[in-house]
């Protein structure tokens, strides 16, 4: 192979150009919804379907701030990338549910000032108090030890997995769209953190008694989210059934109360933003 | 000289790629391992210093930028990682050799990154100073570091652009917001100067990098590049560039472990390769 070839659109073209927009090519996407037709169906209630929006929007928002809390800190780089991967789409779907609830039903944004330059779905993410978020506590919880990621990604994926593919005939078609990219999503991340969680049972003792340990600290957690969504209670129990089967492990005792970590978790991410209300970003 | 070192040198000399299996001599080897070990090393505490804004993000598309671009950055690290174990070592015996300091990292981030404005001058000046450095590195003649600079380069580029993309934003914001830009731009400038390497005079390895074809241009050229490039671009931002004396012995002081945020940069690392050490054994199984 010539050492010169594939090296002739150089990185440089971009940043030797003279319009100062050049300089910033390909870098301006605006709104998520950008190009989406907005009207809703009629007789669709659109009150409810902005409330679920916002709960599935919420849920994945503030589980993927937990996951990109391990950026720079994973066991090794390939688990660093992929635990990015699955923060990041989760963070698309939550831009496309938060900026779906605004265009539905405007009174779930919360007011700010006249003039100000914040959008919808950044309003709703970084301008509500924590009593107005619907997120569980389990998306919220902060983070333990790797296996405890991974057991309540797998959780939280398998549950997250049958809602969503509940909502693929759903009557707005924005939100069956929405729906129908997440199951490609959350059918990867189930299968990612439960191949970690059965790697992990059947690694060293050491790996395994962390298992077991995460497992039992993150059983109200899976009681939380069956409440959350009742319906999809018998599919998801097979699934975790055929992990605990794989993984010999077992099925650990409900009690116990989640913590609520959403304030703290909250006072971080929205600290900039609130610090530069009229901010443009 | 023997038949196989007059074949390197005729491959070098007519600018070919010199590939894994081809024999080589053992200081281009040992060069070859250190600066791709050193550039790895870089993406991969360069992670640190920009990572630390991404739960503090300031709107759900800049914290999706910015965490794709940290990604993006682990990945190079992979990439580089993989180029230099075709040169015989391991990427657990270069990760040994980063955290015992034996083998260093780009100085620039051993810069703390107190304000948000941060993460657009990094992308701005770090990025553009290190596509300045890494863009004749995709002729480099060692074959499997210039394809995956090949591939760095054009990432490097796309957070060149977001970089200037959020600086240009918040230009356009509030005051402070402006205020933030050109503070933060005043502190990264002459760190950003000083990630080409010392002036020539100063450089006792280029001679000998240029003529084995690892390196194509000297530090003071690049750094010429980097000026003449920027200039225009502060101008069209809005903020002022200060001067370009800078004082070299900071960055004697910071390569030799004495910067801002060395020890943090490293226990940072250490700690997340510590309390992974169960998963990966576990992995191993």
Same mark, same amino acid.
């Given at each position: 192979m010539s050492p010169t070839s594939n090296v002739d659109h150089g990185p440089y073209d971009g940043l030797d150009?003279?319009?100062?927009a050049h300089w910033a090519f390909g870098t301006g996407f605006a709104?998520?919804?950008?190009?989406?037709?907005p009207h809703v169906p009629d007789g669709v209630d659109r009150v409810a379907l902005a409330a679920l929006c916002l709960r599935l929007g919420d849920e994945a928002l503030l589980l993927s701030h937990r996951l990109s809390e391990w950026c720079s800190r994973a066991p090794d780089l390939e688990t660093d990338v992929a635990l990015a991967n699955v923060a990041l789409d989760l963070l698309g779907q939550a831009r496309l549910l938060l900026a779906r609830a605004a265009v539905v039903e405007p009174g779930v944004v919360p007011e700010l000032p006249a003039g100000s330059p914040v959008p919808a779905e950044d309003a709703l993410a970084f301008f509500r108090d924590p009593p107005a978020w619907t997120g569980s506590r389990t998306a919220a919880l902060a983070n333990g030890d790797f296996g405890h990621t991974v057991v309540r990604l797998f959780l939280a994926s398998t549950v997250r997995l049958v809602v969503l593919q509940r909502l693929t005939?759903?009557?707005d078609p924005v939100l069956a769209a929405v729906a129908a990219k997440g199951v490609k999503e959350l059918t990867y991340h189930r299968d990612w953190s439960g191949r970690w969680v059965v790697t992990l049972a059947r690694g060293t003792r050491e790996s395994r008694r962390r298992t077991t340990a995460a497992l039992g600290q993150l059983a109200p957690a899976w009681a939380e989210l069956l409440d959350r969504d009742p319906a999809v209670r018998d599919d998801v129990e097979a699934v975790l059934d055929q992990l605990l089967d794989a993984s010999d492990l077992e099925r650990p005792d409900e009690g116990g109360e989640l913590p609520d970590d959403l304030p703290d978790l909250l006072a971080e991410m929205q600290s900039v933003a609130r610090a530069h209300p009229q901010g443009r970003w | 000289m023997d038949d196989l070192e007059r074949q390197f040198e005729e491959t070098v000399a007519r600018h070919d790629r010199i590939e894994p299996r081809d024999w080589m001599p053992e200081g281009y080897r040992r060069t070859l391992v250190r600066q791709i070990a050193q550039h790895a090393h870089s993406e991969v505490i360069g992670m640190q210093p920009e990572g630390a804004w991404i739960t503090r993000a300031p709107s759900l598309r800049r914290k999706q930028v910015l965490l794709a671009k940290v990604q993006d950055e682990a990945g190079h690290g992979l990439y580089l990682y993989s180029a230099a174990e075709?040169?015989?070592?391991?990427r657990d015996e270069l990760e040994a050799r980063l955290m015992s300091g034996a083998q260093k990292y780009s100085?620039?981030?051993? *810069? =703390?990154? =107190?304000? *948000?404005?941060d993460v657009g001058t990094i992308g701005w000046l770090v990025d553009g100073a290190a596509i300045c450095n890494q863009v004749p590195l995709c002729r480099t003649s060692y074959g499997p570091y210039g394809r995956a600079m090949v591939r760095i380069c054009k990432e490097e580029s796309f957070h060149q652009r977001q970089g200037f993309e959020l600086l240009m934003t918040m230009m356009r914001g509030t005051d402070e917001q402006r205020a933030m830009v050109q503070e933060s731009v005043d502190r990264f400038w002459k760190p950003a100067l000083m990630m080409f390497g010392p002036p020539d005079a100063e450089s006792p390895n280029t001679a000998r990098s240029m003529a084995w074809g690892i390196?194509?241009?000297t530090n003071d050229e690049l750094r010429a590049r980097f000026v003449e490039m920027t200039a225009p671009q502060a101008e069209a931002l809005g903020v002022t560039l200060p001067g370009n004396d800078v004082d070299w012995d900071e960055l004697k002081r910071v390569v030799s472990g004495d910067g801002p945020c060395n020890a943090e940069r490293l226990a940072h690392r250490q700690q997340a390769h510590d309390d992974g050490a169960w998963v990966r054994e576990a992995a191993s199984r």
């Amino acid at each position: 192979m010539s050492p010169t070839s594939n090296v002739d659109h150089g990185p440089y073209d971009g940043l030797d150009a003279t319009d100062p927009a050049h300089w910033a090519f390909g870098t301006g996407f605006a709104d998520p919804l950008d190009g989406i037709d907005p009207h809703v169906p009629d007789g669709v209630d659109r009150v409810a379907l902005a409330a679920l929006c916002l709960r599935l929007g919420d849920e994945a928002l503030l589980l993927s701030h937990r996951l990109s809390e391990w950026c720079s800190r994973a066991p090794d780089l390939e688990t660093d990338v992929a635990l990015a991967n699955v923060a990041l789409d989760l963070l698309g779907q939550a831009r496309l549910l938060l900026a779906r609830a605004a265009v539905v039903e405007p009174g779930v944004v919360p007011e700010l000032p006249a003039g100000s330059p914040v959008p919808a779905e950044d309003a709703l993410a970084f301008f509500r108090d924590p009593p107005a978020w619907t997120g569980s506590r389990t998306a919220a919880l902060a983070n333990g030890d790797f296996g405890h990621t991974v057991v309540r990604l797998f959780l939280a994926s398998t549950v997250r997995l049958v809602v969503l593919q509940r909502l693929t005939g759903h009557p707005d078609p924005v939100l069956a769209a929405v729906a129908a990219k997440g199951v490609k999503e959350l059918t990867y991340h189930r299968d990612w953190s439960g191949r970690w969680v059965v790697t992990l049972a059947r690694g060293t003792r050491e790996s395994r008694r962390r298992t077991t340990a995460a497992l039992g600290q993150l059983a109200p957690a899976w009681a939380e989210l069956l409440d959350r969504d009742p319906a999809v209670r018998d599919d998801v129990e097979a699934v975790l059934d055929q992990l605990l089967d794989a993984s010999d492990l077992e099925r650990p005792d409900e009690g116990g109360e989640l913590p609520d970590d959403l304030p703290d978790l909250l006072a971080e991410m929205q600290s900039v933003a609130r610090a530069h209300p009229q901010g443009r970003w | 000289m023997d038949d196989l070192e007059r074949q390197f040198e005729e491959t070098v000399a007519r600018h070919d790629r010199i590939e894994p299996r081809d024999w080589m001599p053992e200081g281009y080897r040992r060069t070859l391992v250190r600066q791709i070990a050193q550039h790895a090393h870089s993406e991969v505490i360069g992670m640190q210093p920009e990572g630390a804004w991404i739960t503090r993000a300031p709107s759900l598309r800049r914290k999706q930028v910015l965490l794709a671009k940290v990604q993006d950055e682990a990945g190079h690290g992979l990439y580089l990682y993989s180029a230099a174990e075709t040169l015989g070592v391991t990427r657990d015996e270069l990760e040994a050799r980063l955290m015992s300091g034996a083998q260093k990292y780009s100085s620039i981030f051993n *810069y =703390p990154t =107190p304000s *948000y404005a941060d993460v657009g001058t990094i992308g701005w000046l770090v990025d553009g100073a290190a596509i300045c450095n890494q863009v004749p590195l995709c002729r480099t003649s060692y074959g499997p570091y210039g394809r995956a600079m090949v591939r760095i380069c054009k990432e490097e580029s796309f957070h060149q652009r977001q970089g200037f993309e959020l600086l240009m934003t918040m230009m356009r914001g509030t005051d402070e917001q402006r205020a933030m830009v050109q503070e933060s731009v005043d502190r990264f400038w002459k760190p950003a100067l000083m990630m080409f390497g010392p002036p020539d005079a100063e450089s006792p390895n280029t001679a000998r990098s240029m003529a084995w074809g690892i390196k194509r241009h000297t530090n003071d050229e690049l750094r010429a590049r980097f000026v003449e490039m920027t200039a225009p671009q502060a101008e069209a931002l809005g903020v002022t560039l200060p001067g370009n004396d800078v004082d070299w012995d900071e960055l004697k002081r910071v390569v030799s472990g004495d910067g801002p945020c060395n020890a943090e940069r490293l226990a940072h690392r250490q700690q997340a390769h510590d309390d992974g050490a169960w998963v990966r054994e576990a992995a191993s199984r």
